[in-house]
């Protein structure tokens, strides 16, 4: 018999993992499970769309090139994990739900996965209340999604001022 129980937080962080494990990335092995009422509504890995060929196929263009991991998302043919869980989950059941991420380096390390700005956004949309990522040491790390709303305000206000500035205009 087990001398521990993990928690829920680690229960999902650790299913989290184990969907991680289909991913078809070279890089990064990233799972995501949404959860709703203690009950698993959707999951989904890092890897390419269906039927295109997979970097482990084929080899990465961002190995190729030298691009740093979490950068370049265009050149990469992947779809995010949290995108693939909002793909394989109904809208009911994504409202207010949690989303957890974990995943893993090529060399079996945590990876601290924060959803990109176009994650966000979809996360957003979907009426996710919260995100809880697995850190690098191990340790979850608890996002509230509402948060993001105002950090994306403003990052598109602080663009936009620098697209006025950059056209000569004034504020």
Not at 131 to 141: H, N
């Amino acid at each position: 018999m087990p001398t521990s129980r993990p928690d829920k937080t680690r229960y999902f962080l650790d299913i989290a993992l184990a969907v991680a494990a289909r991913s078809t990335c070279l890089r990064r092995r990233i799972g995501a499970v949404i959860v709703k009422d203690d009950t698993i509504v959707g999951t989904g890995y890092n890897g390419t769309a269906k039927g295109v060929i997979n970097c482990y196929q084929a080899g990465c263009i961002k190995d190729e090139l030298n691009l740093p991991s979490q950068s370049s998302y265009d050149l990469c043919p992947a779809v995010h994990a949290e995108e693939n869980a909002i793909i394989n989950s109904n809208r009911a059941d994504r409202v207010g739900a949690t989303l957890y991420i974990a995943g893993v380096e090529a060399d079996g390390r945590y990876t601290s996965a924060i959803p990109c700005q176009r994650c966000r956004r979809k996360i957003i949309n979907s009426e996710i209340e919260e995100v809880v990522i697995l850190k690098e040491d191990g340790r979850p790390l608890r996002l509230k999604v509402k948060d993001w709303v105002a950090e994306d305000t403003n990052w598109y206000l602080g663009e936009l001022e620098k697209a006025k500035k950059g056209k000569g205009g004034s504020s």
